[in-house]
């Protein structure tokens, strides 16, 4: 009896379709064991993406579908998550310190892509992910108003730097490094150059997701990141806008080249709704990223509205998912970051090996 109710336990919570990768708990291997004793189940699911916020949903969800089995009288059902490091590209080895690093990109300026970054860096961490965010625009450096840090860094050893913490998030940026008012008059390779620095210089600490927020454009700063920076997956942002779709299909099709894998589309800007009348319409037209996602077979992570609470806020130091935590669109931020890192979850894991340095003396 008890072993017929671990495998009508084991079928039924198998079942469950996580929303978040499109297949079932069994399908991602997030069903890590049901253990039956009499007519009592335990569930233990371990999800490789962190979703401290929908971790109770799962649970009910689980719980309701055992429901169907009248012969199941209890249920106990534990939720994890565990981040692992993923494949990266062309043979390059995960940086020390960090697991996954995550590239945001646009093809064009004016789509709201650092703020998505920002905001999708917060996500993660309020998920419960250890987090950084890499500011790699070094012409307009824009995340350390943002983030509403600013002053430079310190440097412990005298060797690297030590990230800026804001709102729990490891931060970094050239905008600590200069007055926000001092251009960057420097040629392509002094502003790559800058970036590897402030990438490989930067002490990071235990990061489950390093998010880098790339200018606009597929020019030197894009390309050496593709070439020599082990990126995970990238996220492209775009608006419903035609023009703005042609180029974030660049952008997309440049990680295509270099074998990153694009983790989804995010659709910004996508309706406007009046603060007075409450009449809402598509500004920048509608269905321009869904339509991109079908036509590149990629996931539309989702799409935020043009809400003038979320330039506020990011003009105030404070980004949506900390300044309204409790709101709706703190929850779509939160919801295309689980999708994100789910969606890099059921990729390959990196197989690269610290190996111990061995050095022979003579004795």
């Not at 490789?48 to 055992?66: K, N």
């Amino acid at each position: 009896m008890t072993q017929s109710i671990k495998e009508s336990a084991e079928r039924l919570a198998g079942a469950v379709v996580d929303p978040h990768t499109g297949k079932t708990l069994a399908e991602s291997g997030a069903l890590r064991g049901v253990g039956a004793d009499g007519n009592k189940v335990a569930v233990d699911i371990v999800l490789g993406y962190p979703a401290r916020t929908w971790e109770t949903t799962l649970a009910q969800q689980v719980r309701a579908a055992l429901a169907a089995d009248p012969a199941i009288a209890a249920v106990a059902v534990g939720v994890a998550s565990r981040v692992h490091a993923h494949k990266v590209q062309n043979d390059l080895t995960p940086r020390p310190n960090v697991k996954n690093i995550l590239a945001v990109a646009s093809g064009k300026g004016g789509v709201g892509k650092s703020t998505t970054a920002a905001n999708l860096a917060l996500a993660l961490a309020a998920e419960g992910a250890k987090v950084g965010l890499l500011d790699a625009d070094i012409y307009g450096p824009s995340i350390p108003r943002m983030m509403g840090v600013s002053g430079k860094p310190d440097s412990k050893d005298g060797k690297t730097i030590e990230a800026k913490i804001a709102h729990g998030v490891q931060t970094m940026s050239i905008g600590f490094l200069i007055e926000e008012d001092t251009p960057m008059i420097w040629r392509g390779p002094m502003v790559t150059q800058a970036l590897t620095q402030l990438l490989n210089d930067t002490n990071w600490v235990d990061l489950d997701y390093l998010v880098i927020d790339l200018p606009p454009g597929t020019g030197d700063i894009q390309l050496t990141l593709c070439q020599k920076v082990p990126v995970s997956g990238a996220i492209i942002v775009t608006t419903p806008q035609d023009i703005a779709t042609l180029d974030a299909r660049k952008a997309l099709k440049m990680f295509e080249k270099v074998d990153v894998p694009v983790l989804g589309i995010v659709e910004n800007m996508a309706l406007h709704t009046c603060s007075n009348c409450g009449h809402t319409e598509h500004i920048f037209g509608a269905g321009g990223g869904a339509a991109m996602a079908v036509q590149y077979g990629v996931p539309l992570l989702g799409s935020l509205p043009l809400d003038i609470h979320i330039r506020e806020q990011a003009d105030g130091g404070a980004p949506t998912v900390v300044a309204q935590s409790d709101g709706a669109v703190a929850a779509s931020y939160r919801e295309i970051a689980r999708k994100a890192a789910a969606h890099l979850a059921l990729r390959a894991r990196s197989k690269s090996i610290q190996f111990p340095k061995i050095v022979v003396q003579d004795t």
